[in-house]
């Protein structure tokens, strides 16, 4: 099919017709600055409006169904919580983003929009790249000028549609009235790329996956919508090569910039320039992906109206659920249509604290809590405990560069005590090599020593914190660190000197968890991704086994050569060397 006869194939598309009680569009064309046309769905009801809309933007492809995109995921949120389901006849449910049929009818049109490249949208597909973020901006402005608008656009989804909000909001289109950002993370290389300057493999992994699975151009070699029985990624069939052109090599464009720039900086928040209301949600057992960010864009964003909210449970759940739904409503309901329902008096901080076998529900007033008892625990390499005093002695404990490391036990706890909070560790560090790359674990024992995992927001058998650091990328930025957050540029590499001891301090992503009695926590340093000992999982729409850490691994060998990074690495403990775990106690009793 010529370039003219797609074109009119998708004019043709271009349609308006009333279905399940709503006014729906499909292919709502959206003309760009450089003439490409993007595509868009919108939901609104039959009245005349005006309305205030919820838009998401991203690579998923609007015609594709959750149930048929990612089936797993599906059946296991519609089993575990069966209200998804109800009064919505499911045939509009995509991945990640609302339901229309459960917010139309509240007075909102949901628009969606087929990212560049991606769906039935053409052009280059370069995920989170600057012209992306300008494409949204113009997504948003063209949403607020249409004749059933309110002029108020409000942005919503999770992940990858939360992602792009930190970075389009940072552009501050004129009619963005408020943001929820779901499970989002918020800096491109520390919270994605490359965790403490350590190559993560996510990304080239979920982009042959999800996204190029989806591509604009695949026309007949890809899905047909469930609903329209329209070609998901367009009406033309491109060749491989053809399709190859017309994306970028996500995986090795991140893989071949191993320190922050201005790629790096170009797909990240802003956070100076983010001033509109805020909802951010983030997920205890996101290690790896979002909760970092989630958090950051809570303290950091220049926003005087923002909110955060820590869940658990997987990472689509709770996003769906009544709970999420009411919670996103409320925010809504309060920033695009100006109703008086308490969300101004909302407590900024709603936690789900998490227990062995549930989460407990909290207000507060800001993070970290101001009522943090902060607990320093030492490291004694001796025999591998953490304790409150310094050992006076000192101590070394080595292991293999790539081996399973050591675990530091901490005291039983003799009453119950809660966690929640940042972490840190300070590690006193030597190689054998010109390099080492720490991970580090904190996890629950069992008063008979069984290890406790968790559900994360993929992998069932998530640990409770996790943090890594590569050695040479130990240089901290003052400015932005904090006793409780070092924050390190990744701005240059810095060589061991094979014996000399060096002073490493590691980030460490926040948690929540109440230790009962007699249980005990413990501090792993590892030289590789952890792995849990217990059965493994899979999901339909993540390429490798579940063995703990979910998709988030740092096993390419191009990253870590064993020359380098598979060396004898020694930790040192004592006066001259004060290893140690910062926790964040919470009193039982607010003082």
Not at 85 to 113: F, K, L, M, T
Not at 286 to 300: A, S, Y
Not at 325 to 339: A, I, P, S, T, Y
Request: glycine share 8%; aromatic share 12%; proline share 8%.
């Amino acid at each position: 099919m010529s370039a003219v006869d797609e074109s009119v194939a998708v004019q043709d598309a271009h349609r308006i017709e009333r279905r399940d009680g709503m006014l729906v569009e499909w292919d709502a064309p959206i003309v760009m600055d450089d003439g490409v046309v993007l595509r868009a769905d919108v939901f609104r009801s039959v009245g005349s409006g005006p309305f205030p809309v919820i838009m998401s933007y991203g690579p998923y492809a609007k015609g594709l169904s959750f149930q048929e995109g990612y089936p797993s995921a599906w059946q296991q949120m519609i089993a575990a919580f069966p209200e998804v389901a109800r009064g919505s006849s499911g045939r509009y449910q995509n991945w990640e983003v609302i339901d229309p049929e459960p917010w139309v009818p509240d007075g909102y049109a949901c628009v969606r929009v087929d990212g560049r490249g991606a769906g039935r949208s053409p052009g280059r597909l370069e995920p989170w790249s600057p012209r992306e973020s300008r494409d949204f901006y113009a997504c948003i402005e063209w949403a607020a000028a249409q004749s059933w608008s309110s002029g108020k656009v409000g942005l919503n989804g999770i992940s990858y549609y939360g992602m792009n909000q930190w970075q389009v909001a940072s552009l501050r289109p004129p009619h963005l009235a408020a943001i929820c950002v779901w499970e989002g993370a918020a800096d491109f290389y520390r919270d994605v790329s490359h965790h403490g300057g350590i190559y993560c493999t996510f990304l080239a992994n979920w982009y042959r996956q999800q996204v190029t699975s989806v591509q604009h151009g695949l026309g007949h070699r890809g899905p047909r919508s469930a609903v329209t029985g329209e070609l998901v990624c367009g009406p033309e069939t491109l060749d491989s090569e053809e399709l190859a052109a017309l994306c970028c090599d996500l995986g090795e464009d991140v893989r071949s910039l191993p320190l922050w720039d201005e790629f790096y900086r170009q797909r990240s928040a802003q956070w100076e320039r983010i001033n509109v209301p805020l909802l951010t949600a983030a997920n205890w057992g996101g290690n790896g992906l979002h909760l970092r960010g989630n958090v950051n864009g809570f303290v950091r964003a220049a926003s005087s109206q923002k909110w955060l909210e820590i869940h658990g449970r997987e990472h689509w759940t709770e996003f769906y659920t009544d709970y999420g739904v009411g919670l996103q409503k409320r925010f809504f309901d309060h920033f695009l249509k100006g109703e008086a329902n308490g969300w101004d008096t909302e407590p900024p901080v709603r936690l789900w604290v998490r227990h062995l076998d549930r989460f407990e529900p909290r207000s507060e007033r800001e993070w970290p809590l101001a009522r943090t008892e902060w607990r320093t625990l030492f490291l004694d390499c001796d025999d591998l405990t953490l304790r409150p005093e310094q050992p006076q002695a000192k101590s070394a404990h080595s292991y293999a560069g790539f081996s399973d490391g050591v675990t530091f036990l901490l005291p039983v706890e003799a009453e119950d005590v809660e966690i929640t909070g940042p972490l840190a560790a300070k590690l006193f560090v030597s190689s054998e090599t010109v390099d080492a790359d720490l991970f580090l674990i904190i996890r629950l024992f069992s008063p008979d020593l069984r290890e406790v995992v968790f559900q994360g927001a993929l992998d069932p058998h998530t640990p409770i914190a996790q943090g890594w650091l590569r050695a040479s990328h130990r240089k901290l930025d003052p400015k932005q660190s904090s006793f409780y957050q070092p924050y390190h540029p990744h701005d240059e590499i810095q060589p061991l000197e094979p014996g000399l001891i060096y002073e490493l301090d590691v980030e460490i992503w926040p948690t929540s968890i109440a230790v009962p009695a007699g249980y005990r926590l413990a501090l792993t340093v590892r030289g590789k991704d952890y792995e849990y000992a217990g059965p493994t999982a899979r999901l339909s729409n993540i390429r490798n086994e579940m063995r703990g850490c979910g998709p988030f691994l740092h096993d390419d060998p191009r990253d870590r050569p064993p020359s380098v990074f598979g060396g004898k690495v020694t930790l040192h403990a004592g006066p001259a060397h004060p290893s140690h775990l910062l926790l964040p106690i919470v009193p039982s009793q607010r003082t």
